[in-house]
C-alpha cells in the first residue's frame, strides 16, 4: 500500500508499507532486477543502475532519479509484492510532470512541519547540487542533531517546500503555522506507559517525531518523569520518553532508539533531554 509521494525538484522518491519476506534477493540483486523490470516495461526509457538502490531513467525531457530504499524494506517483508512495486515506479515514471502544480504557492493550510536528522539535509542537499538544482529546502535549526523541514501535506502526496518558493506566510511565523496545522490534522494523541520505564507516544504513524514541536505537551505539566524530560526520535513514527533519573527507562529507550534507527524511516538513536523549553542532546545517565 502505497503510503506517501515526495516530489523534490524534479526527483521522484516512492514510499511503500508491505509485508514480510520469504525469498530474497539482496540489496544489489534487487536493485538490477528492478533496473530490468523498468526497461523492459519502459523500452523508450534508458534505465541505469547509478549504485546500490539507486536508478536513473532517461527520457527526452532528462534524467529521473529513483531511490529503491524504501521500497525495498517493503519487498523483504513480501517479495511477492514485487510486481506491484515495479507497477507503481512505472506509474510515477510515466505521469506527466504537472509543472504547474510543483511551481504553486503552497496550501497554507496544508504547511506541516517535519523533523529530521541533520544528516538528511545534508544527503539532500548534495543530491541536487549534484543534478545541478541550487536550491535549498526549507528548514530550521532544531538542535545540533535535528532540523525542522517544512513540506505541504496534500493528503496522499507530500511535497518539501525550497527556498525558491512563496510560501505565501512570513518566514518569521512559519513554524506556529505549521506547528497548528499538524495539531488540526493529526489524529487522537495517545501516550501508552510501559512497565521498563518509558512510555511512547502514537499519532498515526507520520508525524510522531514532530511532536517534539508541540510546546503544550512539554511544558504543560502533563508529563511526570523521574527527572527531567528525555526522549528519543529514532524514526519519523517513534517518540520514546523515559526521565533523567530513571536508569531502567534510559537503558529500554537506548536499546529500542538503537533498534529503531535501523527502519527505512531511521532518524538517529541520539536521547535529547527537555530544559528551559529546548531538546538539547542528553549526555547523563
Same mark, same amino acid.
Given at each position: ?6 516530489? *523534490? ?8 508499507? &508491505?509485508?514480510?519476506?520469504? +525469498? ?9 532486477? !528492478? ?16 549504485? +546500490? ?21 517493503? $519487498? ?15 506509474? #510515477? ?6 509543472? %504547474? ?8 493550510? &496544508? ?24 536550491? /535549498? =529546502?526549507?528548514? /530550521? ?5 535535528? *532540523?525542522?523541514?517544512?513540506? %505541504? /501535506?496534500?493528503?496522499?502526496? !507530500?511535497? $518539501? ?10 518566514? %518569521? ?21 510501559? +512497565? ?7 499519532? &498515526? &504513524?507520520?508525524?510522531? #517525531?514532530?511532536?517534539?514541536? =508541540? ?43 538503537? +533498534? ?12 535529547? *533531554?527537555?530544559?528551559?523549553?529546548? =531538546? ?6
Amino acid at each position: 500500500m502505497i503510503t506517501r509521494w515526495l516530489l *523534490v525538484a524534479g526527483m521522484v522518491v516512492c514510499f511503500f508499507g &508491505g509485508a514480510r519476506a520469504t +525469498e530474497l534477493l539482496d540489496s544489489r540483486a534487487y536493485t538490477e532486477a !528492478v533496473a530490468k523490470a523498468l526497461a523492459s516495461a519502459l523500452p523508450n526509457r534508458t534505465v541505469t543502475v547509478t549504485g +546500490e538502490l539507486e536508478l536513473n531513467v532517461r527520457r527526452s525531457e532528462g534524467v529521473q532519479t529513483v531511490w529503491l530504499g524504501n521500497s525495498y524494506g517493503d $519487498y523483504q517483508r513480501d517479495p511477492a509484492q514485487f510486481n506491484a512495486i515495479v507497477g507503481v515506479y512505472v506509474g #510515477a515514471l510515466t505521469e506527466p510532470p504537472d509543472r %504547474e502544480a510543483v511551481a504553486a504557492m503552497p496550501d497554507r493550510a &496544508g504547511i506541516v512541519p517535519v523533523v529530521k536528522d541533520r544528516q538528511w539535509i545534508n544527503d539532500n542537499v548534495k543530491a541536487l547540487r549534484d543534478r545541478g538544482v541550487n536550491v /535549498d =529546502f526549507v528548514y /530550521d535549526e532544531l538542535n545540533d542533531d535535528l *532540523v525542522v523541514v517544512y513540506a %505541504e /501535506d496534500g493528503g496522499t502526496r !507530500v511535497r $518539501y517546500l525550497m527556498s525558491n518558493e512563496d510560501l505565501g506566510v512570513d518566514r %518569521e511565523g512559519l513554524r506556529s503555522l505549521a506547528v497548528a496545522n499538524l495539531e488540526r490534522l493529526l489524529p487522537k494523541i495517545e501516550m501508552s506507559v510501559h +512497565e521498563y520505564g518509558f512510555a511512547r507516544f502514537s499519532a &498515526g &504513524g507520520d508525524y510522531e #517525531a514532530s511532536l517534539l514541536l =508541540f510546546d503544550s505537551i512539554w511544558n504543560g505539566g502533563q508529563i511526570v518523569m523521574d527527572g527531567d524530560i528525555v526522549v528519543a526520535v529514532p524514526a519519523k513514527d517513534v517518540l520514546l520518553v523515559t526521565g533523567s533519573r530513571n536508569e531502567r527507562g534510559l537503558a529500554a529507550v537506548r536499546q529500542l532508539a538503537a +533498534e529503531y534507527v535501523q527502519d527505512d524511516y531511521g532518524l538517529t538513536a541520539t536521547l535529547f *533531554v527537555y530544559r528551559d523549553g529546548h =531538546f538539547a542532546r542528553f549526555d547523563g545517565g
